[in-house]
């Protein structure tokens, strides 16, 4: 049972890990690339449909990590697995406090309503997810080194 929480867990964290490095050095590159503003719209959307799905990903991640904390405590690579959770608790932090307020604002932007330092804000949420992506790399790392 335990074999199977883990390769669960593993798998769950990754493809997170995965559309959150897309999101961060694909996604955001191609609307950036956009043509005059459009690209702006882009994230816009994107923000309302991430960010509706990704606080249950965050959570869920963390929930199955603690579960196999608790389970596998007796067992090789705990301490792994309980630094991963603090990692992932950092960047649901991170992300409440950073990332979440410019979402919030980002995703109601039209170019009729949107503030003069746009382009900016969404150079700052660009960085703080740089950040995040690190973060949650590291977690997914731990996780799989845990494996072992």
Avoid: C
């Avoid at 798998?11 to 050095?25: H, K, P, R």
């Avoid at 301490?79 to 409440?96: C, E, F, K, P």
């Avoid at 804000?121 to 072992?148: D, K």
């Amino acid at each position: 049972m335990l074999d199977t929480l883990q390769v669960v867990t593993t798998v769950v964290v990754g493809l997170m890990v995965g559309v959150e490095f897309s999101v961060a050095f694909i996604m955001s590159r191609i609307l950036d690339a956009l043509p005059e503003d459009s690209g702006q719209l882009g994230h816009a959307h994107g923000g309302r449909m991430l960010g509706a799905l990704m606080p249950f990903w965050y959570i869920g991640s963390l929930v199955l990590i603690a579960i196999w904390a608790v389970a596998g405590w007796q067992h090789h690579g705990a301490g792994l697995v309980v630094t991963a959770a603090g990692l992932l608790i950092l960047s649901v932090v991170m992300s409440i406090l950073l990332l979440v307020p410019i979402n919030n604002r980002n995703k109601t932007w039209t170019p009729e309503n949107r503030p003069a330092d746009w382009k900016e804000q969404l150079q700052r949420w660009n960085r703080y997810h740089y950040v995040r992506v690190a973060v949650i790399v590291a977690a997914f790392t731990l996780l799989v080194a845990a494996l072992v």
